[in-house]
């Protein structure tokens, strides 16, 4: 059994507590943004409350850290788990830019370290068997993707939340939240790799209003489109909004075409793979859905330990995989900016 140390709690949070408890591991102790968030939780989970992530990091009864703080912390916390030694789990984005996740990159370079970035959606069963279907080549070359994450808590004006607050820096904000899962779970289960990326992006709501009564003007974007082409030759388009009314929580759903057959994948019907065949009907595929509804975190985690215990990170998306995604973001926003196609041209 690890003793597991979660910093940041929120609405993830408790997903976290409630995985780790599942899993049968012990919840060791939580950091929350405050001394008194710290104390209220500890007390309702029967664990201990640390003053700070730096004193639970540190702490010798933590052996594995989750790090669910706000993303301007996820650099420092992660880079102490790495100098420390001490796996960690940590929400995405891995860094708020290249330089903080290339250090992350390099520092496991020199000391291995069992390391996860929350791509949850790897972990759905279906998107597991979407995988080896493309992998054993049922659907033929892979010619085209669409997909769409769309959402609508950020609909109205009056809605404030330190995502769209200018004075956390966040530069992107509909890719980087929502449509970073679409695009890696994309490139997980097609393993294609990207050429180039073609950005369109635009702020919807331009002015919100602070629970102070202030009226700020908003820098990241609401809605965004982006077009990739790939090695292979295939297409993509993406769409991710927040403001798109109706389409509460998560709504993500992508369609993937070869030469042979086709499908279709919703999150909100996680079980069902649609599979799409040339002039015949459409054949639905049933499959188990994520446990304990955790949208297919609950099987990350697992993949997570199962590396910690000596195997690999199986369907686990590691710190280079996040660093890819922050990487893929910042060249989306130099297209947006330019208005051009940006070629790929990562180094790893």
Sequence with gaps: MYRIGLIGMGIIGQRYIDIVLKSGHQLAGVAGSSAHSSTVYADLYDTKPFQSWNELVNSPAIDIVINNTPNHLHF?????????????????????????TRAMVDSLKKKHVPNVVNYNRRGFPAVQQIKSMIESGELGDILLIRGN?????????????????PANGEVSRALADIGSHLIDMSLFVTGLTPRSVFYEKQTLIPMRKKPS????KIENEDYGTLMMRFTNGAQGVFTFCQTSAGHIGSDMWVEISGTRKGLLWREREEDKIILKKYNDEDEVILVDPSLYNTHGQFEVFKSFIDWIDGGTSGAAATFTDGHFQVYLMELAMQSAETGTWQDVKFKG
Aim: proline content about 7%.
């Design 213 to 216: 009564g202030e009226w700020i």
């Design 76 to 100: 420092d916390v992660n880079m102490e788990c790495l100098k420390l030694g001490k796996p960690i789990y940590a929400e995405k984005p891995l860094g708020r830019s290249t330089q903080e």
């Design 149 to 165: 994450y769309l959402q609508d808590w950020l609909l109205f004006p009056q809605t404030w939340n330190w995502r769209v607050d």
